[in-house]
Every structure is written in structure tokens, then in C-alpha cells.
């Protein structure tokens, strides 16, 4: 609560009704109505309020640099701890190659997800997070193989989630082939009208695929009607100025037609409007202005869109204090490992806010301490071993160039790690990971310039993170590991199988989830050129009625909530 206050206090303008309570709309796994927003631009904005914050306490920000490699050094107990970072700059005044040294006691990686980790992506580009960062520097990183995916307008036009209010206001979805003959497809795969426009609706607040929905008819089922559609080599569109088309044999769309839940939703929110386009006006005009501002004008003309990654729920294995198995080194936000299977829509912002002021409170009372000894001494070895990687890859006139590696990883994750798995293909499309990842890491990249510095060490982490990935995926797929979150195992051997409109869909047998999967998280680490995968069980909720205010005080006024303690 008190994060969300500040940033009200800091100019965030959240929405509120006459009584001072900030509105609430329901999101993605989200029962209850959890969420608010500011409109289809709120992460903007929460990162406009917190920068002013930054500039206004002239606290020193570092621009167009990235960090390539962490510094360590041994404490007073033999420990290692983390004493710094190397970054690649824009600036190559004083060196070559542009790197800047930056020593201290304590390091928050706060990078977001890997963005570039998928060709079918709605990251922004240049996304990178440090995932690969973190296991070339051997943190312990969790759970890889949670991702979300969903439906989302490409990287080649504008990366955006099409979620809340641009599928609540019910659109007409087609696909058209080569030929430009138009498909409604998803009569296919829902029973009624009223069936399938229902859940275009539902995919507003479960927006990421989940493999449970795919059964019972349910929303997921019109991402796996999506996806086929792409394979088949059509493209998808959402049309604004039209309704859904009948289900064959079936009464056409109504608004009177509707689930209980879907109807009440827009009776609610005065958005009984004849078309999609006025519902979506009247509902959120904001997010018309948004698609309008990048040359798409949502009144006029349909909107392409596909199944994309939009989302690492796994990450980085942190305490409840925001500190990784580094000592010193603390990970916020997307790339720490705290999401789960089902993240709730604006999770990662909420843990992003929350862990920051968890962690600059730990570190204020407990990590005070200077980078001691010779900074030259303690720089070298890293710098040596810099050194040899751009060199190595810039005389290397046979080498892959960084474009190649990219299309080699993104297309094998999202053909094979994507939100479809084939059990018999993931083993395969690991064992090419870690070939690249160990063609790349022996220096088989290629730059023509040292502008490119900073791309070559992304690259050389996204390849360690796409094996990692692709590693932890087999493990527990070879396991017996089932379908869960936003990943559909298929398996001929599976026992659920998803049925439409036209019957059973054996192509889609898949495995469910096992009961006994719930209770442990996967953990990855790598260490000379190894991945090294183990269960442990989840960290169970605290007991919060033994926490007592007279007993609690004490341990508050004198740090030892700091403390480590068992769990």
C-alpha cells in the first residue's frame, strides 16, 4: 500500500471515484479485481513520476550503457560477494572499446525479461534482461519454465497486448489466406455464437494462454485456434466495425446473447453500443488514441495480430529481501523469479515497486560496507577475459554474425519452447541450444565494429539463457511434468484432449498437470559450462497469526527482521 500511495505522492494520477477510493477492474488471473490503471500507458508513467523523483534528487544515472560482466571480490569471511560491474558504453573517449568500471558494495539488477529471446514476440526491441548475465556470473536462477504468452499486434508493426478492453468490447476475429478469401475461423471451434463471443470477451482478464482453458470450450482454446491459423499460414485480424460472425447454424451475434458474467460486465460499464468500436469508445477511448499515435487507426481499418511471448514469470531466485545466492547482488522486478505460474496482470510492476523498497531498506541497515584493496588488481581478470571475447570477435572473419545467432535462437524458441511443447521435440531443440551456446561462449561470434560491443555480450547471454531454458523444459518434461500456466505439453500419450466444435481434437492430446509438480520449483545453475537442475520445495506462507504487535515491535526497532532465519 504505502508503494502505491507514493507513487500518488509522486504525481502518479491513478483513478478514483468521488469517496477518495482508487477504481479497480478485474485482470489476468485476478478473482477479485485487483488491478488499476492510468490507461494503456501506465508503466510509462509510473517510469515518468519515479525519474522526475531520480532527477530531482540528482542521484547519477548512467545513459547508454550496458553491464557486460559483474566484479567480485572475497569478504573478511572468505565469502564472494559482488564488488561491481563493467559496462559497455556509447562514450569511447578514454578506451577503445567504450567500457566504464563501476565498483559497489551492492548491485540491483532491475533489466526486465528476456524480450529477444522469441521471433513471436511483444517485447519492444532491444529487450535483453540479464538472465544470461546472472548464469555466466553463477547465480541460481528459478522456475525458466514459466513464460506467458497471448495475443498481441508484432514487433514488425507495434508490440501491444491485446487484452481488457480491446477484446471486452467483443470483435469481429478472421483470418484470410494468400488467396485474401476470409476465414471465420473460431466457428470452428466454439459451439454457439453466444459460446464464442463470450470468449473473445474472457480473453480481457485471461488474456495469457492457460492450458487449462483450452478444455471445456473455454478462452485458451481461441489461442490454440490463433496459433493454428498462423501455422496454415493465414493471417489474423481483429475487425472493430463488425461484430462476430455466426457459428453455422446458429442464431447471428446479439448483445441479449451473452453469458451472464459478459453481459453484466458491459451493462456495468454503459457499453451496450451497437458496434465494437463505439463500445471500445465509450469503454476506453484511450486505447484507440494509443493504436492511432503508430499509424493505426482502429475506426477504420482492421488489426493484424498473432500469438506472441510477452512474459518471464521465472527469473532469477531471490530471499525476501530481494537478494540473489550473489551475496550483494539483489534482482527486482520481471527478472527476479517471484511470478509463479499464473502471475496476475501487473504483478511484475507491483513486485517491482515492492522489492525496491524492500531491498533499499535491507541494504541501508545491513549491507554498509566499501570495495576494498587495489581496483586495478581486483578489475583485472575480468577485464583480461573482456578483452579476449571482443577481440576474439572482431578479427573473426569466419565467425557467426550476431544477426545469424539471433534468428537461431528466436525462431528454435518460439517453433519449440513456445506456448506449444511437443514432448518429443524439446529434447532435440535443447541439445541444439547448448551446441550454440557452447559454438558461441568459444568465441564464434562475429562483430565488424565496437559499436557492437554491448550486442555481442547480450547475444553470447541470450544463447546461455535459451539452452538454460530449453535445459530446465526437458528436465521436467523427461520427469513427467504436465501442462501448466502457459504451456501445453502435447503428448500421443497424454490424457486430456481438448474438444471442439467438430469433435475431439487428438492433435492436441496433452499431458495435465501432476499434483505433486505444484509443491516444488525447479532451480538452475551453471558452472563450468555445465547446467546443473534440482528440485526444492516452495517456500511455504508464513504464519502471520503468530505475529503479535508487542512480540513483533522489538525485531523492528532493532534490525533483526533482517536477520536470516529458517523458513
Not at 457499453?271 to 465509450?282: D, F, V
Amino acid at each position: 500500500l504505502h508503494t502505491l500511495g507514493g507513487l500518488q505522492y509522486l504525481g502518479l494520477e491513478l483513478p478514483e471515484d468521488r469517496y477518495g477510493a482508487i477504481l479497480r477492474y478485474q485482470t489476468d488471473h485476478d478473482e477479485a479485481g485487483r488491478a488499476t490503471s492510468c490507461g494503456p500507458r501506465t508503466s510509462r508513467l509510473m517510469v515518468k513520476v519515479l525519474l522526475e523523483e531520480v532527477q530531482r534528487l540528482a542521484i547519477p544515472v548512467l545513459t547508454s550503457a550496458t553491464v557486460i560482466k559483474l566484479l567480485h571480490q572475497r569478504d573478511e569471511n572468505g565469502e564472494d560477494r559482488v564488488a561491481g560491474a563493467i559496462l559497455a558504453t556509447g562514450h569511447r573517449a578514454h578506451n577503445p572499446w567504450g567500457l566504464a568500471i563501476v565498483t559497489a558494495p551492492n548491485v540491483v539488477l532491475a533489466t526486465g525479461g528476456p524480450g529477444e529471446l522469441y521471433r513471436d514476440s511483444v517485447y519492444p526491441h532491444k529487450c535483453f534482461g540479464s538472465l544470461g548475465l546472472a548464469l555466466e556470473e553463477g547465480l541460481t536462477l528459478t522456475n525458466l519454465t514459466e513464460s506467458q504468452f497471448g495475443i498481441g499486434t508484432p514487433r514488425s508493426t507495434f508490440p501491444w497486448n491485446l487484452s481488457g478492453t480491446y477484446v471486452q468490447v467483443i470483435p469481429y476475429i478472421y483470418s484470410v489466406d494468400a488467396e485474401g478469401n476470409e476465414y471465420n475461423f473460431l466457428a470452428d471451434y466454439y459451439r454457439t455464437t453466444q459460446e464464442l463471443a463470450s470468449n473473445i470477451f474472457r480473453k480481457g482478464y485471461q488474456w495469457p494462454f492457460h492450458a487449462t482453458r483450452v478444455m471445456d470450450f473455454g478462452s485458451s482454446l481461441l489461442d490454440m485456434a490463433v496459433a493454428q491459423e498462423q501455422q496454415s499460414g493465414r493471417q489474423v485480424f481483429m475487425d472493430f466495425n463488425r461484430n462476430p460472425e455466426a457459428v453455422p447454424g446458429d442464431l447471428p451475434f446479439s448483445l441479449d446473447r451473452l453469458d451472464d458474467d459478459v453481459r453484466a460486465y458491459l451493462e456495468n460499464n454503459d457499453a451496450l453500443a451497437p458496434s465494437p468500436i463505439e463500445r471500445l469508445q465509450r469503454m476506453n477511448p484511450l486505447s484507440i488514441s494509443l493504436y492511432k499515435m503508430h499509424g493505426y487507426d482502429l475506426t477504420t481499418q482492421p488489426l493484424q495480430f498473432a500469438m506472441n511471448n510477452q512474459h518471464m514469470n521465472g527469473g532469477i531466485e531471490v530471499d525476501i529481501w530481494g537478494q540473489t545466492s550473489l551475496p550483494g547482488c539483489f534482482a527486482v522486478g520481471e527478472v527476479a523469479g517471484t511470478h509463479g505460474v499464473t502471475r496476475p496482470g501487473g504483478a511484475a510492476l507491483n513486485a517491482g515497486q515492492v522489492f525496491a523498497v524492500r531491498l533499499a531498506r535491507f541494504i541501508g541497515c545491513t549491507q554498509k560496507r566499501n570495495i576494498d584493496g587495489d581496483i586495478a588488481q581486483l578489475v583485472a581478470p575480468t577485464l583480461a577475459s573482456i578483452r579476449e571475447i571482443i577481440t576474439q570477435a572482431h578479427d573473426n572473419g569466419t565467425g557467426m554474425p550476431l544477426s545469424v545467432v539471433r534468428e537461431k535462437i528466436q525462431a528454435r524458441m518460439s517453433d519449440h519452447a513456445g506456448f506449444i511443447c511437443h514432448a518429443d521435440k524439446v529434447r532435440r531443440a535443447t541439445r541444439d541450444a547448448l551446441l550454440l551456446s557452447e559454438f558461441v561462449q568459444r568465441h564464434g561470434l562475429a562483430i565488424k565494429h565496437v559499436g557492437e560491443v554491448a550486442e555481442l555480450f547480450m547475444w553470447r547471454h541470450m544463447a546461455l539463457t535459451s539452452a538454460a531454458v530449453l535445459t530446465q523444459l526437458t528436465h521436467y518434461i523427461d520427469a513427467g511434468g504436465g501442462s501448466r500456466g502457459a504451456r501445453i505439453i502435447l503428448d500421443r500419450d497424454g490424457n486430456s484432449i481438448p474438444q471442439t466444435r467438430n469433435g475431439f481434437c487428438d492433435a492436441w492430446r496433452f499431458r495435465s498437470e501432476r499434483t505433486e509438480d505444484k509443491k516444488d520449483k525447479l532451480l538452475i545453475h551453471y558452472c563450468n559450462g555445465i547446467f546443473h537442475v534440482r528440485e526444492t520445495p516452495v517456500r511455504e506462507f508464513p504464519i502471520i497469526r503468530g505475529i503479535w504487535f508487542e512480540k513483533n515491535w522489538p525485531g523492528f526497532l532493532n534490525g533483526t527482521i533482517y536477520q536470516p532465519q529458517d523458513e
